[in-house]
Nanobody, 121 residues
């Protein structure tokens, strides 16, 4: 059974930081491209950041550039999202995802259950 399990969500004041982590199990995802998506209340799910299998290439949606950093540890089969300078508009459920291949082409094939991030003003 494929599983992606997020952790690290919570509530923080504007300007604060949170670090999300995602652990993969049930299948070897160490070589898969991974990404984070988010969905705010009443809005569509949107892409946040992605990273290829080696960690050498990363992608970020414009609103989070310079504030969020995606990273991975293939030995531990984890991917993380460091979120700094958080804003109320970052409030959303954040989802960890994995692609079937090593390069991120914009498609997530496996999804975690999500973790809530709430940023208060």
């Amino acid at each position: 059974q494929v599983q992606l399990v997020e952790s690290g969500g919570g509530m923080v004041q504007a300007g604060g930081s949170l670090r999300l982590s995602c652990a993969a199990s049930g299948r070897t995802f160490s070589m898969a491209a991974k990404a984070w998506f988010r969905q705010a209340p009443g809005k569509e799910r949107e892409f946040v950041a992605a990273i290829n299998w080696s960690g050498s290439t990363t992608y970020y949606e414009e609103p989070v550039k310079g504030r969020f950093t995606i990273s991975r540890d293939n030995d531990k089969n984890t991917v993380s999202l460091q979120m700094n300078s958080l804003k109320p508009e970052d409030t959303a459920v954040y989802y960890c995802t994995a692609a079937s291949g090593t390069t991120w082409y914009g498609r997530a094939d496996y999804w975690g259950q999500g973790t809530q991030v709430t940023v208060s003003s």
